[in-house]
């Protein structure tokens, strides 16, 4: 599978030049903005609100301090990010259980495989993204704007009880069809 990012600015936090060179050159050769690469936590920590992906080394320089602040602030700002270190994944802390941490030992190419795992599902559309469109969706079925508002809230519980679609990419089309299956269940539920 060949890589690319899409002009996707990139975060990288590696203070081993050899290992921080091969990750920017195999990030711009699939087409990522690459922010550094950075060696020092500082120059990092004031590029971090400009990036849309990162991948961090753990430990960063030979005083040991650790990425965990700056991975905790992409995490605030929703940025998808990796670890890609040469410590064990048993040494991160149980914040970061659900980040991936691939291996120095490995290539840098499985980590930007990763990475490129996690842009596509951040790419992809949420549910709240889609409630304009469900709300002008129903107000096409009912002309009160209060009983197309309850459609849309009955069509969202729907949601929850049948659980998630067999893929983001048809999340519109389940919750319209949810709208429909509501609306025909019982259209004079949603009437003033």
């Known amino acids: 599978m060949e890589l690319d990012f899409n002009g996707k600015r990139v975060l990288v936090l590696e203070d081993n030049g050899i290992t921080a060179a091969e990750l920017a050159y195999s990030l711009e050769a699939a087409n990522a903005v690459v922010l ?72 840098p190419m499985v980590a930007l495989h990763q990475l ?31 009983a197309a508002d309850r459609l849309v809230e009955r069509t969202l519980q729907l949601a929850l009880e049948d659980g998630q679609p067999p893929g983001m990419r048809e999340v519109e089309l389940w919750l319209r069809g949810l709208m429909e299956h509501a609306l025909q269940a019982g259209s004079a539920h949603f009437l003033n």
Do not use: N, W
């Open 116 to 146: 490129s795992s996690l842009s596509t599902a951040a790419d992809q559309p949420q549910i709240i993204d889609l409630i304009p469109a469900l709300r002008l969706q129903a107000r096409r079925y009912l002309s009160d704007p209060l």
């Open 36 to 107: 550094g690469p950075f060696a020092r936590l500082e120059d990092a920590e004031d590029r971090v609100m400009y990036s849309q992906l990162a991948v961090l080394d753990i430990d960063i320089d030979i005083r040991g301090r650790s990425s965990f602040g700056i991975a905790d602030h992409l995490g605030r700002l929703d940025i998808p990010y990796i670890f890609f270190s040469g410590l064990d994944r048993d040494r991160l802390p149980v914040r970061f259980a659900g980040i991936d941490c691939v291996s120095k030992l490995t290539s």
